[in-house]
């Protein structure tokens, strides 16, 4: 059996001169690049729902705002990675003032789970988000039916689950004092029928 290529290694500073001249976005994981596959239109509607009922509870006086997915997250110094939306409080702390497109200061991240990029978001992505600092509150929300997790941060640096299910539900963001309508979210998005609500 042949070996399997490997990937060439790329610096920080390689991945983004390549990416900020790219047509397509590529996440950055300790040396190695990875293409990001195109998003399906559940996924896209999941997205702009996010973000009209984040920006209205935020809209006013509070210290916080949204930041849409095309701003990547810097983790450490080795790692670079697009989540699905951000919220960040106080002022934006950026990777490079002269680009202000790598943020590495987010209060809440959310990713949108999909059959292709879910073992990520619960696996290194997940890992690696742990990892920062101002990082209050990881939210991942279901395509597949009306279920929201929240992961929230404890004073001791622990992180507890909770999982909110179905469309009267709200996810509860404590760190920056919102709340969601799970209707709100899944506006527009059709799931499949169960067998008990559609009997033969």
């Known amino acids: ?42 996924h896209e509607t999941i997205v702009v729902n996010l973000t009209r009922e984040v920006s209205n509870e935020l809209r006013g006086s509070k ?18 990675l697009y989540p699905d939306m951000t919220i960040v409080c106080g002022k934006p702390d950026y990777d490079d003032d002269a680009y202000l497109d790598t943020l590495i200061n987010p209060t809440v991240i959310f ?36 279920v929201v997790e929240v992961y929230t941060k404890t004073p001791d640096g622990d992180w507890l689950m909770h999982v ?7 996810l509860r963001l404590p760190a920056v004092d919102i709340s969601l309508p799970l209707s709100g979210l899944y506006e527009d998005i059709t799931f499949p029928a169960s067998e008990t609500e559609n009997p033969s």
């Not at 991945?15 to 596959?37: N, P």
């Not at 909110?164 to 709200?170: K, P, Q």
Request: hydrophobic share 35%; with cysteine; proline share 7%.
């Open 1 to 42: 059996m042949s070996a399997q290529p490997q990937r060439p290694f790329v610096t920080p500073a390689e991945y983004l001169a390549i990416e900020r001249a790219a047509d397509y976005k590529s996440e950055y994981f300790a040396g190695e690049m990875f293409a990001m596959a195109g998003a399906s239109d559940p």
């Open 111 to 146: 990713e949108i789970l999909s059959e292709s990029t879910e073992h990520k978001d619960r696996g290194i992505k997940w890992k690696l988000y742990q990892q920062i600092a101002s990082l209050q509150h990881y939210v991942l929300i279901s395509q597949e039916e009306p």
């Open 164 to 170: 909110e299910r179905g469309m009267d539900g709200n």
């Open 63 to 80: 210290p916080c705002r949204p930041k849409g997915g095309n701003l990547r997250v810097r983790v450490r110094l080795s790692n670079y």
